[in-house]
Structures are given as structure tokens and as C-alpha cells.
């Protein structure tokens, strides 16, 4: 399902894309519960998905959904985190708030310096 999403999402066919994801969601969820990567990785693909189509409130509720799973599974110092509170901070600058955007932004690169170092690529792509 998840795959099948992909080629959809690829191909602009954005409601049929997130109708398999959310299928795969549901299977991910009865069979591994909602603590589980895969869970999180499903939801950032839908967070993905509804920032395509501008629907920036489902985008933001998906993402942070994500971080959410991903903060239970690996703990709140861990690069999968960082890289959801990219996705939460780009979602808050498209609406406006640039507030929470560069609150986003200055955790995810705290993330990052902790746990990669201050010279590695994605700190420098944080700051960027």
C-alpha cells in the first residue's frame, strides 16, 4: 500500500496517494501498535502529502503526529526527531508564524550538534 502511495503521490494523484497510505497506516498500527518507525515514517509521508496539495493544518497535525512517534521511539535527542521538526518548522513558516518556525529550527539544530557534531552536512543544511 505504502509503495502504491508513493507512485500515486510521484504521479500528483494526491487523494488516491493518501488513501493507501492511510490504509497502510491502519496495517502498520494494528500489527506493530503506534510506537513503531514505520508509523511515524508513514506519517510524515502523509504530512508530505497534504503540504503538496496546501493543506498546510493536516500537513502540520501529520508531522507532529510523527515527531510525537518518533520522540517515543528513539527519544527527544535523535536526528529522525530533528528531521521532523524540520518538516514542523517549514509547515509553520508556510502559515506565517515564524515564531515557532525558528523555535523549530534552533531545537532541531541543538538535535543535530548533539548527536552529529558541529561540522557534519545536516547542521550545516540547518542553518542554511
Known amino acids: 500500500m505504502k509503495r502504491v502511495g508513493e507512485i500515486h503521490r510521484l504521479r500528483g494523484s494526491y487523494d488516491q496517494a493518501i488513501e493507501q497510505f492511510e490504509s497502510a497506516l491502519d496495517v502498520y498500527r494494528m500489527n506493530v501498535g503506534n510506537d513503531h518507525e514505520s508509523v511515524a515514517d508513514t506519517l510524515h509521508c502523509l504530512g508530505y502529502i497534504h503540504d503538496s496539495k496546501n493543506d498546510s493544518d493536516k500537513a502540520l ?29 517549514g509547515i509553520y513558516q508556510k502559515l506565517g508564524d515564524n515564531v515557532k518556525a525558528i523555535s523549530c529550527l534552533k531545537e532541531a539544530l541543538r538535535v543535530r550538534k548533539l548527536t552529529l557534531g558541529n561540522e557534519d552536512m545536516e547542521v550545516a543544511t540547518t542553518l542554511f
Open 61 to 89: 497535525t501529520y508531522h507532529k503526529e510523527a515527531w510525537n512517534v518518533r520522540k517515543a521511539i528513539f527519544g527527544k535527542d535523535h536526528v529522525k526527531v530533528a528531521s521532523s521538526l524540520d518538516d514542523i518548522a
